[in-house]
Nanobody, 124 residues
Framework: QAQLVESGGGLVRAGGSLRLSCAVS????????MAWFRQAPGRQRDFIAA????????EYAESVQGRFTISRDNAKNSVYLQMNSLKPEDTADYYC?????????????????WGQGTRVTVSS
């Protein structure tokens, strides 16, 4: 049974940093593109960042480009999101997702597996 468990969320002041982790089990993570999405209250779940199977290819939403860094460790079955220079508008629930190679990683509905999310709150 596929399972993704996010951790690392919390309350941080604007300008601060957080590192989110996503622990994967129940499937071979190395065969999937991994990504982070976020969902603010009352809004849809939006793409944040994605990373290819080997970790050499990454894509970011314009809103986080230069501030967030996605990485993965296939040996540890884990994906990470380093978030720097956080802003109040980054406040959201953050979700880790896994998508097979044929899907469009920017589209939420095409993902195969999701975690339960971790909440990030950035105070001004």
């Amino acid at each position: 049974q596929a399972q993704l468990v996010e951790s690392g969320g919390g309350l941080v002041r604007a300008g601060g940093s957080l590192r989110l982790s996503c622990a994967v089990s129940g499937f071979t993570m190395a065969n999937y593109v991994m990504a982070w999405f976020r969902q603010a209250p009352g809004r849809q779940r939006d793409f944040i960042a994605a990373i290819g199977w080997s970790g050499t290819g990454t894509e970011y939403a314009e809103s986080v480009q230069g501030r967030f860094t996605i990485s993965r460790d296939n040996a540890k079955n884990s994906v990470y999101l380093q978030m720097n220079s956080l802003k109040p508008e980054d406040t959201a629930d953050y979700y880790c997702g896994a998508i097979s190679g044929s899907g469009n990683f920017r589209i939420m509905d095409e993902y195969n597996f999701w975690g339960q999310g971790t909440r990030v709150t950035v105070s001004s």
